[in-house]
Structure formats: C-alpha cells, structure tokens
C-alpha cells in the first residue's frame, strides 16, 4: 500500500529524531507528504511551582520551543529529500496520544510514524506509553520506531 500523507510526531527528543528518519526514507520512497505535528502539553505550565503564577509567559515560551522544534525537525526533512509541513497543537490536559489520533483523522494521513522508549515494566506502568495509545486508537496504520536496538 503506498503511502501519501504520513503524520509525524516530533518532541526534539532522539526518539522523536529516529522516528523522524524513517518516516523520510518512506516519504521519499512512496513520494509522501510528511506532516510534523508538535503536541505543546498545557498541563505541564500548571504544574509551575509558583501558586497563582501567570502562566502566559510559561506557555508562551513553549509555543517558542515548539516552534523552533517543528523548524529544526522540518529543516532536516527536506534536506533529506521530503516534502514537510508543520503544525503546532495546543492540548489542555487530555493525552498526547489522543491528539496524535485526531490529528491523523483531521489530516487524513495514510501513517502514523513515531519514535518510542520501548519502556517495559514499571517504567511503562508510570509513565504510560502513548505509542500504545496512538497504536490503539488509530484508524491508520502506524509505525513504531524504536530508540535503540536491543
């Protein structure tokens, strides 16, 4: 089946860079387009230390980070060869992995590729695996690349 419309989802993590370069390599293969999605968390501004602080400036800077992610992460798509766009999604304190599903169903994306841990165990139990999420919601097929090999 070839693909057109691959999503991609981006952090600026190595994780997030590996799924990144296997989501290149299958755009230019199947002539794709890439879509770059950065998911900015609003829960982690509440969690500022300082009671009643104004969190504008807080969430203001990540839209900063984030977009200077999508930049960096576009800039080596398309020096690698693939067609890219970007978007920046705003979540109010739902999973990022429900917004990752939503996106692929507003966009129509034919794929999901994205980076995981491999995180088992209790570190898989406490911090949730958001890959799974995606790979269970999906309506789209989606590839998992994983950060390292065993």
Same mark, same amino acid.
């Given at each position: 089946?070839? #693909?057109? @419309?691959?999503?991609?989802?981006?952090?600026?993590?190595?994780? %997030? $860079?590996?799924?990144?370069?296997? %989501?290149?390599?299958?755009? &230019?293969?199947?002539?794709?387009?890439? @879509?770059?999605? #950065?998911?900015? !968390?609003?829960?982690?501004?509440?969690?500022?230390?300082?009671?009643?602080? /104004?969190?504008?400036?807080?969430?203001?800077?990540?839209?900063?980070?984030?977009?200077? +992610?999508?930049?960096?992460?576009?800039? *080596?798509? *398309? $020096? %690698?060869?693939? &067609?890219? !766009?970007? %978007?920046?999604?705003?979540?109010?304190?739902?999973?990022?992995? /429900?917004?990752?599903?939503?996106?692929?169903?507003?966009? @129509?994306?034919?794929?999901?590729?994205?980076? +995981?841990?491999? *995180? @088992?165990?209790?570190?898989?139990?406490?911090?949730?695996?958001?890959? !799974?999420?995606?790979?269970?919601?999906?309506?789209?097929?989606?590839?998992?690349?994983?950060?390292?090999?065993?």
């Amino acid at each position: 089946m070839p #693909y057109k @419309r691959i999503l991609v989802p981006v952090d600026g993590s190595s994780t %997030a $860079a590996k799924g990144l370069q296997a %989501a290149v390599r299958l755009a &230019r293969e199947n002539r794709a387009k890439l @879509r770059l999605l #950065y998911v900015l !968390e609003q829960h982690a501004a509440f969690t500022a230390p300082e009671i009643g602080a /104004d969190i504008g400036p807080i969430l203001e800077a990540m839209k900063v980070g984030g977009r200077k +992610t999508l930049a960096r992460s576009q800039r *080596r798509a *398309r $020096a %690698a060869g693939a &067609r890219t !766009e970007t %978007a920046l999604v705003e979540d109010l304190g739902g999973r990022v992995a /429900d917004v990752i599903v939503k996106q692929a169903r507003r966009w @129509r994306a034919d794929l999901i590729v994205m980076g +995981t841990h491999g *995180r @088992r165990g209790i570190g898989r139990a406490l911090l949730g695996s958001d890959a !799974e999420l995606v790979v269970r919601w999906s309506p789209v097929p989606v590839l998992l690349v994983p950060a390292r090999r065993r």
